[in-house]
């Protein structure tokens, strides 16, 4: 059961959450700019009502503009943390952007504040286990140390488009510590270690990132510039490509699809 709501002020007004719900159904007939204009100005009646942040981020939602929707459900939640329909919208943007640790975490917010009876609770559930089910077979981990390893490629991906090559280093290598099948990583650590000079290093890193997936292309084109490099001076070409949009994106069949667009895929037809 969700906890007790004392701690927060959440303004409840019926003739507001009917006026939102107007202004969805609006949206879900493709009258996207009367939508948003009755949400705007719904806005600036009541900025702090969670319904009505939840209700821009439902507008946004359905005219595909998934990352803004996230945002407005986000400030939703910040106002009312219990509020779940915020917490599952929010998880249906992230499977939209093929954003797995955002699914994940917010998919748990909903069986943590929700009501085990209803049926989005249900749902949270059963995602939850195809996901740790599908991340286990293809990753060879449980959910939270995927979660940790993503949050880790994440800052040390940050550290290399600032750099800073030895730091950025040492986080691909934790998260190759915790996940040996992510062809990204080794990919990036090859990078980091061309620029530090180190090419025989950095070739083994691309070597095992087309071990772990032999179409991966961003290793096959550094590879080509790794191999003309000198051992022990750094390589200066700003051609390089990197991999910052999630692990999970890149474990692409043939077809073009990743494992977390196909188990996406699956469960929507499920649901």
């Not at 750099?163 to 934790?174: D, K, P, Q, V």
Request: hydrophobic share 40%; glycine share 6%.
């Amino acid at each position: 059961a969700a906890p007790s709501d004392d701690h927060f002020i959440a303004e409840i007004t019926p003739d507001v959450i009917e006026a939102v719900n107007a202004a969805g159904e609006l949206a879900q007939r493709g009258k996207f700019g009367q939508a948003r204009a009755a949400m705007e100005q719904l806005l600036r009646e009541h900025p702090r009502n969670h319904t009505v942040l939840f209700g821009m981020g439902v507008v946004h939602a359905a005219r595909g503009d998934h990352r803004e929707s996230i945002e407005w459900f986000d400030r939703a939640t910040a106002v009312y943390p219990y509020f779940m329909e915020a917490h599952f919208n929010k998880a249906m943007a992230c499977r939209k952007l093929l954003d797995v640790a955002g699914a994940i975490r917010a998919s748990r917010k909903v069986v943590e504040v929700g009501d085990p009876e209803e049926r989005e609770v249900g749902q949270a559930k059963v995602f939850l286990d195809d996901m740790a089910a599908t991340i286990r077979k293809n990753e060879g981990v449980d959910l939270d140390t995927y979660l940790e390893s993503m949050d880790t490629f994440n800052r040390a991906f940050a550290r290399m488009e600032q750099g800073a090559w030895e730091e950025a280093l040492a986080g691909f290598r934790a998260v190759a510590a915790r996940d040996r099948r992510n062809a990204p990583t080794h990919g990036n650590m090859g990078i980091c270690l061309a620029k530090l000079g180190r090419k025989a290093e950095a070739l083994a890193e691309l070597e095992r990132a087309l071990e772990i997936n032999p179409e991966y292309e961003p290793a096959m084109t550094n590879r080509l510039a790794v191999q003309q490099m000198q051992e022990g001076t750094p390589l200066r070409t700003a051609a390089f490509q990197s991999v910052n949009v999630g692990m999970d994106q890149h474990r692409r069949n043939k077809a073009g699809q990743s494992w977390a667009r196909r188990v996406f895929a699956r469960f929507a037809k499920k649901h």
